[in-house]
């Protein structure tokens, strides 16, 4: 490649996909971090019980937290997928002569096992909460309810 | 005080009294985020593709937590995504907090919290019994 000047921008980062992807890998591993202690305090509960443990389980069984659920995943397959891609371009001679393909590429994985991931998780939502709710229980009545009552069916 | 040209680069010498442990830090980055590809991302499967997180209730922890397997598998999980998380926080702590007293305290903070939520885990799967 030409002799490039070397100019200041008043940072060192320049704007492209891969500081983009750094900041991402960043954000992601923080909010990860943060989740990760909240999920064991969580499971903690446990040795208080199964009244107290299942309690505690029932502020998640709503469609409100069946999304946040879908975030989690997709960040947890993101922020593993980038550091496949991470650890490509660190230990593979030429990874940084590939490092637009191996963006491409990790975008690509990352939907292929996103979307029916999603899929999965929204249906399966739905067919249950119909499944265990009373009779004449509609998606609207899953989607908005805030606590459906799976302990009483 | 020496001056230093763009194309010394190769040839400066290491920082006096340097350690090998950010090197070190590095590459458990690495290594631990190869197992943590395979352990997290199985754990999400399990839980909420494979089964439904609806369905998630006592019965279904202890059952798991019957078997050693997936006790040591958990406690794998828990230590590595700590390591690994408190490792990642820490760099980002130094990146993002100019103040040195500030990214001291957090720092400290951290490691507590860390240490803390390991010491919780560990005991929550080495002293679980089932009580039904």
């Given at each position: 490649?030409?002799?490039?000047?070397?100019?200041?921008t008043g940072s060192v980062y320049k704007g492209r996909t891969g500081m983009w992807l750094y900041l991402f890998h960043r954000i992601t591993g923080v909010a990860l971090f943060g989740y990760?202690?909240?999920?064991?305090?969580?499971?903690?509960?446990?040795?208080?019980?199964?009244?107290?443990?299942?309690?505690?389980?029932?502020?998640?069984?709503?469609?409100?937290?069946?999304?946040?659920?879908?975030?989690?995943?997709?960040?947890?397959?993101?922020?593993?997928?980038?550091?496949?891609?991470?650890?490509?371009?660190?230990?593979?001679?030429?990874?940084?002569?590939?490092?637009?393909?191996?963006?491409?590429?990790?975008?690509?994985?990352?939907?292929?096992?996103?979307?029916?991931?999603?899929?999965?998780?929204?249906?399966?939502?739905?067919?249950?909460?119909?499944?265990?709710?009373?009779?004449?229980?509609?998606?609207?009545?899953?989607?908005?309810?805030?606590?459906?009552?799976?302990?009483?069916? | 005080?020496?001056?230093?040209?763009?194309?010394?680069?190769?040839?400066?010498?290491?920082?006096?009294?340097?350690?090998?442990?950010?090197?070190?830090?590095?590459?458990?980055?690495?290594?631990?985020?190869?197992?943590?590809?395979?352990?997290?991302?199985?754990?999400?499967?399990?839980?909420?593709?494979?089964?439904?997180?609806?369905?998630?209730?006592?019965?279904?922890?202890?059952?798991?937590?019957?078997?050693?397997?997936?006790?040591?598998?958990?406690?794998?999980?828990?230590?590595?995504?700590?390591?690994?998380?408190?490792?990642?926080?820490?760099?980002?702590?130094?990146?993002?907090?100019?103040?040195?007293?500030?990214?001291?305290?957090?720092?400290?903070?951290?490691?507590?919290?860390?240490?803390?939520?390991?010491?919780?885990?560990?005991?929550?799967?080495?002293?679980?019994?089932?009580?039904?």
């Open positions: 490649m030409a002799y490039q000047n070397i100019v200041s990760l202690l909240l999920h064991i305090i969580s499971t903690a509960l446990i040795l208080a019980g199964p009244e107290i443990y299942e309690g505690a389980e029932a502020i998640y069984k709503n469609f409100y937290f069946r999304i946040g659920e879908v975030g989690l995943m997709a960040a947890v397959l993101a922020h593993a997928i980038n550091g496949l891609r991470i650890i490509t371009v660190d230990l593979w001679s030429k990874g940084s002569d590939y490092q637009k393909a191996l963006n491409i590429t990790a975008l690509f994985i990352f939907v292929a096992i996103f979307v029916p991931t999603t899929v999965k998780m929204i249906d399966s939502y739905f067919e249950l909460c119909l499944e265990k709710s009373s009779a004449g229980t509609t998606i609207v009545d899953c989607m908005v309810r805030p606590l459906p009552d799976w302990k009483t069916k | 005080m020496k001056s230093v040209k763009r194309t010394d680069w190769g040839r400066r010498t290491p920082p006096i009294g340097g350690s090998n442990f950010e090197l070190y830090a590095w590459f458990f980055m690495r290594i631990s985020g190869l197992f943590l590809v395979l352990l997290a991302a199985g754990h999400m499967f399990i839980m909420h593709v494979f089964n439904d997180t609806l369905n998630l209730d006592y019965e279904f922890v202890a059952a798991r937590w019957d078997t050693p397997y997936w006790r040591t598998f958990d406690w794998l999980l828990l230590t590595l995504s700590i390591l690994h998380g408190t490792n990642g926080l820490r760099i980002v702590m130094h990146d993002n907090i100019a103040n040195k007293s500030f990214r001291q305290l957090a720092l400290y903070g951290l490691y507590f919290t860390s240490t803390a939520f390991f010491i919780l885990g560990t005991y929550v799967l080495v002293a679980f019994v089932r009580v039904t």
